[in-house]
């Protein structure tokens, strides 16, 4: 399994001093790795995650210690690459009651450990001040390390950083204020921070006084977390379940992170002339408010979501594809990198769909199979409707 050969963990070490791979790393550190999360034998899906975690956890969290503490300078690249490794890890092929032996045991919990680090406020401060790296957080949507963070009392820690006005509202607020709402796809985490009065008073102030519109959104995103969300769910899947395709006032709505707009655009500008009504937020990714992304996504007949690692490691993303897929939409997974396949969060929410893939075929070609794909499911809307 070349997944688990010495010339991949070798690849894997130098990840941080590059700034892209060639075609050779691309198929080891991303390509093997999609295979792997999306290996669909289920009487060996099992024993493969074993062996891959067996063979990759010790040397893969002998490297993740020693390189923790200047995961400031990590890139992109580097973050993305130790996401899929956490999913290998964490989220893949490990059920809730499975025993585990000590070493691999001790393994997770040092992975866990280090992620924790990064993500502790405290950890962050050298002077007083912290800084996160704005992209340091994607590792708080593996649940395990949801977990850790309130096992280890961080999330208060979360609190004072998000709501103290010594630190600073850009650098330091609104990423934390990010982490607290991706935290909040955990129940337990959820419940603490609704039962956190002063803390939901701080959110509110932040909505009408902040000059900063990236803590705007990140606040209002939690205020529709932790008040608003479960009943607008439950009143959308209760008026839409007999809505007819000429009730909507969009045919589709596109859920995309703002990393991916170009050829999202250019898919917008396809479904525009082909007559469908598309909503699609171009302001930016500071520009709808989550109220305004419910309504859309309740008016419209099928949410195409665009899929992409900035995808599945923004909280705003998951805020729109869990809420569509609370109100039971019509999803409509799209691959917007080569060889993508979604993992944890995404992976689940899309699971069992068909994959409408841009990068394999070329833009033409995947834009007609697209079009095919919404009349077939339309035509199986209307036979339901029927019966």
Avoid at 102 to 117: M, N
């Amino acid at each position: 399994m070349c997944f688990c050969s010495p010339f991949f963990f070798n690849i894997f070490k130098q990840i941080t001093e590059l700034n892209d791979l060639n075609e050779a790393q691309t198929f080891l550190v991303n390509t093997c790795t999609d295979y792997i999360a999306w290996y669909e034998d289920n009487r060996r899906h099992h024993d493969i995650y074993s062996v891959v975690r067996t063979t990759l956890l010790k040397p893969f969290t002998q490297w993740f210690q020693s390189h923790v503490s200047t995961f400031r300078q990590w890139n992109q690249l580097t973050n993305n690459v130790i996401d899929k490794q956490c999913a290998i890890m964490f989220d893949f092929g490990l059920k809730n009651d499975e025993i585990l032996s000590g070493d691999i045991r001790d393994d997770c919990e040092k992975l866990i450990d280090g992620s924790v680090f990064i993500l502790s406020p405290l950890s962050n401060s050298t002077t007083g001040n912290i800084e996160y790296q704005f992209d340091s957080h994607f590792l708080v949507q593996h649940n395990q390390i949801k977990e850790e963070l309130i096992k280890e009392g961080i999330l208060p820690q979360f609190i004072r950083c998000a709501t103290e006005i010594k630190f600073d509202p850009l650098k330091e607020q609104q990423p934390v204020l990010e982490i607290l709402l991706a935290m909040t796809f955990n129940s337990q985490a959820a419940t603490l921070l609704k039962q956190n009065s002063q803390f939901v008073s701080h959110l509110k102030t932040f909505l009408t006084l902040s000059l900063e519109q990236g803590v705007r959104r990140a606040a209002e995103g939690l205020i529709w977390k932790l008040e608003k969300e479960d009943t607008a769910a439950a009143n959308s899947v209760t008026n839409s379940t007999m809505q007819s395709a000429m009730s909507y006032k969009y045919d589709i709505m596109l859920s995309y992170s703002h990393s991916d707009k170009d050829l999202c655009y250019r898919l917008h500008d396809h479904l525009n002339k082909d007559q469908f009504r598309v909503c699609l937020n171009r302001d930016d990714m500071h520009g709808a408010t989550m109220v305004a992304m419910a309504d859309a996504i309740e008016n419209s007949q099928f949410v195409l979501t665009c899929m992409s690692d900035a995808y599945k490691q923004s909280a705003y993303c998951q805020s729109e594809a869990h809420y569509a897929y609370e109100r039971r939409c019509h999803l409509i997974p799209i691959a917007m990198k080569p060889n993508y396949r979604p993992d944890g969060w995404l992976g689940f929410t899309v699971s069992e769909k068909i994959y409408i893939d841009f990068p394999k075929l070329g833009f033409d070609q995947t834009y007609l199979k697209l079009k095919n794909e919404i009349d077939q499911q339309r035509k199986n809307f209307q036979h339901l409707t029927r019966n």
